[in-house]
């Protein structure tokens, strides 16, 4: 059993960086790959960004590709997602979400969540 916990969400102006954290329990956490997913209102659950159990692959959105970095500290059981030159269209609740196997970009794929953490990005 792992239980996660978002933080570190907020309000930003476009263009500004933001980083977002998610605090794993228990003893497996460097079994699984760690993903963060986000919604907006009204719309699907979409991947972010994945990791894999040692931090050594990571899988990018095409929105998000070279704006964003997903990483991991395995001592810490924590999860990490700079976003940097963040949008407008950024702006969700952002989830971490953690799975066993690689790669894994489906939301049903994925066993345990965190409960959400809000960015919202203005103009």
């Known amino acids: 059993q792992v239980q996660l916990v978002d933080s570190g969400g907020g309000l930003v102006q476009a263009g500004g960086s933001l980083t977002i954290s998610c605090a794993a329990s228990?003893?497996?956490?460097?079994?699984?790959?760690m993903a963060w997913f986000r919604q907006a209102p009204g719309k699907e659950r979409e991947l972010v960004a994945v990791?894999?159990?040692?931090?050594?692959?990571?899988y990018y959105a095409d929105s998000v590709k070279g704006r964003f970095t997903i990483s991991r500290d395995n001592a810490k059981n924590t999860v990490y997602l700079q976003m940097n030159s963040l949008k407008p269209g950024d702006t969700a609740v952002y989830y971490c979400?953690?799975?066993?196997?690689?790669?894994?970009?489906?939301?049903?794929?994925?066993?345990?969540w965190g409960q959400g953490t809000q960015v919202t990005v203005s103009s």
């Open positions: 990791v894999s159990y040692g931090g050594d692959r990571t």
């Open positions: 228990g003893r497996t956490f460097s079994s699984y790959s």
């Open positions: 979400a953690a799975s066993t196997g690689w790669p894994k970009v489906a939301a049903v794929q994925y066993i345990y």
